[in-house]
């Protein structure tokens, strides 16, 4: 199995936040006024998106795909017994499964070739000027707004004592620019195997990025999408394409959802 780097392919885009968004952060801890559950923001002080919580639900939709119709895909257990996730227990099983060649995973007594990852997702960061001075006229916070929520008793109807809590969210329409996931490509078949990073993202876009999805958080949209090919060769010459004429989706569109459709075109370009 040859390792020796081909080509790194750059994918950049927006995320844009479609429901009310919370991925966790510090606490600010125990003072009047604070918040229950806080977002996790920037040394400025704003929300951003960080690259592990993208990249880790990402894997996580994929290995769900991947499961149907495969009884023994899970089989990773945890401290307690329970499974938990999946990996290969052979050369063969991984040479065919696009969760581990994409994320990668270590080299064991079974796994002998090597592993690296293929994916690298970087952290996104908050466009300002998409929190508007309307949205800023009605957030509690300079760039987010604060929602209360509260358990039921579904007998009586009632809220139950000491539920009330606050929880800050990325507010709807707010955007996150500089999103940047480089893939790098070490032979055919990983060029293959791209296609289920933009099918990825596809699933993301029907679930939930974050924290309390199932009321309604962390929906989100991939937008004005840009694909770049960069062979080796590219950058022992210093002509590294990262401009939007260079783009080699140019005509097959910006959403996950158009580039899957167009990948065997997409693919072709991956010349070299």
Not at 68 to 80: E, H, I, L, R, Y
Not at 211 to 233: C, D, L, P, Q, T
Request: glycine share 10%.
């Amino acid at each position: 199995m040859n390792h020796s780097l081909i080509g790194k392919v750059i994918i950049k885009g927006q995320i844009e936040v479609k429901t009310g968004m919370r991925i966790g952060g510090a606490s600010e801890g125990l003072k009047i006024g604070g918040l229950d559950l806080n977002v996790i923001t920037d040394p400025e002080g704003k929300p951003y998106i960080p690259g592990s919580s993208l990249k880790g639900k990402l894997r996580s939709l994929l290995e769900k795909k991947e499961a149907a119709n495969k009884p023994d895909f899970w089989n990773v257990k945890d401290g307690k017994g329970n499974l938990s996730g999946h990996k290969c227990k052979s050369n063969e099983q991984y040479t065919r499964c696009p969760v581990c060649r994409i994320w990668g995973i270590a080299v064991s007594d079974k796994i002998t070739v090597p592993t690296p990852t293929r994916l690298l997702v970087s952290d996104s960061y908050l466009d300002e000027e998409s929190i508007t001075k309307e949205m800023k006229d009605n957030l509690e916070l300079e760039y987010t707004e604060v929602k209360y929520e509260t358990a039921i008793n579904r007998l009586t109807g009632t809220a139950l004592l000491g539920s009330l809590r606050q929880v800050e969210r990325v507010p709807a329409g707010a955007r996150f620019k500089d999103m940047e996931l480089i893939y790098n490509v070490f032979d055919d078949q990983d060029k293959e195997f791209l296609k289920q990073v933009f099918i990825a993202m596809e699933l993301l876009e029907h679930d939930y990025l974050g924290g309390m999805g199932s009321r309604g958080y962390g929906r989100v949209a991939f937008n004005n999408i840009e694909v770049f090919w960069n062979k080796r060769e590219d950058y022992e010459n210093g002509k590294i394409a990262l401009i939007p004429e260079r783009a080699i989706n140019k005509d097959l569109g910006t959403t996950p959802a158009e580039i899957v459709q167009k990948f065997e075109e997409l693919k072709k370009r991956l010349a070299g």
